[in-house]
Structures are given as C-alpha cells and as structure tokens.
C-alpha cells in the first residue's frame, strides 16, 4: 500500500506569511497532486506533477506554487498567505488513473 | 471537459434502511468511475472502482453510460458507514507538457446512518 505523507496535520500562520506544505511518497509513482478540500466545494486540483522538476497547473493554481526536485516529495508553496487560503490540503500520489492520499494537512491563515 | 454531480450534500437513513448515493457525470470520452470514502479523521480512500466490479464493505456501484450515472449502493446502511463520500471521473486530458489523466471529484455527499 502506498504510503503518502505530509509533513504537518495542523499549521497556523499569519496573512502574507510564505507557506510551505511538504509531500512524500514512498513507491516511486511519478504523478504527484495538490487538491485543496473545502466543505460544499469537494476536492479541487491546484498543481500536479508528471516528474521531476515537471509541473502543471491545476483549476485553481492562483496564489500557489509547487516544486518537485526530487520523485518521492512534492511541495506546495504559497507565496503570501492569505486568509482566503484558510484549508485542508490533501497531497496525493498515483501511478494509474486513482489516487493515493495522505493525512492532510489544515491551514490556519489569521 | 470533465464534470461530476452528486446531488445530495446530505443523506440521512436508518439502520438497516437501503442507502444510494447518487452520481452523475459528463465526458465524452472513455471514463474510470471511482468512490472515495472518508470516515472521520481519517484520510481519503478509495471505496471502489468500475473496472474492479466488487463488492467492499457491502457497497456497489454500476456504471451506466446511458444515463451517465455511477450510483453507490449499500441494501442495509450500518452505523459505521457514516462519512463523506466522493465520487470522481478519471478522464484523459491534454496539458502543456502532454495528455495526462485528470481525476475530477464531486462535491461531495455527507452520509449520516442513525441508530
């Protein structure tokens, strides 16, 4: 089973803050993915990746960005925090057509 | 373009009361049809698949390309199954750097089973 996981469950910080949220997977999938989770809106892709150092945006790419330099971690970066931002954010790695998650992690942007 | 509706944010049954979650989708290529489940607190994770036809933890879904519908059912609800389920389209699409399978996932039903 493939394991995916991020590096905090919980994260506060202040508006305009640069954010980073970390991803690791351990069995060597190429397709890495960034969704952010809010209540009535489902899940939403920001960002995904195909490989290292590749990227593409997904529906909702504005106010994020990513970076993979290496295949097993996939970080999510947002440049200036802000409250609108307020979510979870769930990581997610596959090497077919579903995915494999992990825990999440909910940010707090005050 | 690839959409998913579930209609129903809410669901509430009985014990032992059948449950169907509804799922309807719109692409006009080949699909793959999931069910994710997420239970509370934990993560994300997928219930079932279409092309697996079975059965987990007593729920099925069929796809249906002519009504473009891929219902989850379960004939005896139990308490434990009370969570959020997400029923997703994998499809393939065309990106800058080549065509790539997108997942799009509903918005969501939240699924309460009363004792």
Redesign the interface.
């Known amino acids: 089973d493939v394991k995916v996981t991020q590096s905090s469950r919980y994260l506060v910080k202040r508006t305009g803050e640069k954010v980073f949220l970390e991803c690791v997977q351990d069995m060597d999938h190429e397709n890495m993915f960034w969704y952010r989770q809010d209540p009535g809106l489902g899940l939403r892709l920001i960002y995904f990746s195909y490989d290292v150092k590749m990227k593409e945006k997904g529906d909702i790419p504005e106010g994020y960005s990513v970076s993979r330099e290496k295949k097993e971690r996939f970080s999510l970066i947002l440049e200036s925090a802000s409250t609108n931002q307020t979510s979870m954010y769930l990581c997610a790695s596959s090497s077919d057509r579903g995915r494999s998650f992990g825990p999440g992690t909910r940010l707090t942007v005050l | 373009a690839q959409r998913v509706t579930q209609p129903e944010?809410l669901l509430s049954v009985f014990k032992g009361a059948p449950v169907e979650l509804k799922c309807n989708y719109s692409y006009s290529g080949s699909p793959?049809l999931?069910w994710y489940v997420q239970y509370s607190r934990q993560?994300?994770?997928?219930l079932l698949?279409h092309i697996s036809r079975e059965s987990i933890k007593g729920f099925t879904a069929d796809l249906n390309k002519g009504e473009t519908s891929f219902h989850l059912k379960k004939p005896f609800a139990q308490e434990e199954d009370s969570a959020m389920y997400?029923c997703a389209l994998?499809g393939l699409e065309l990106?800058?750097?080549?065509s790539?399978?997108?997942?799009t996932?509903?918005?969501?039903t939240l699924l309460t089973v009363n004792p």
């Open positions: 944010k793959e999931f993560r994300l994770q997928l698949r997400y994998s990106w800058s750097g080549g790539n399978y997108k997942l996932f509903g918005k969501g």
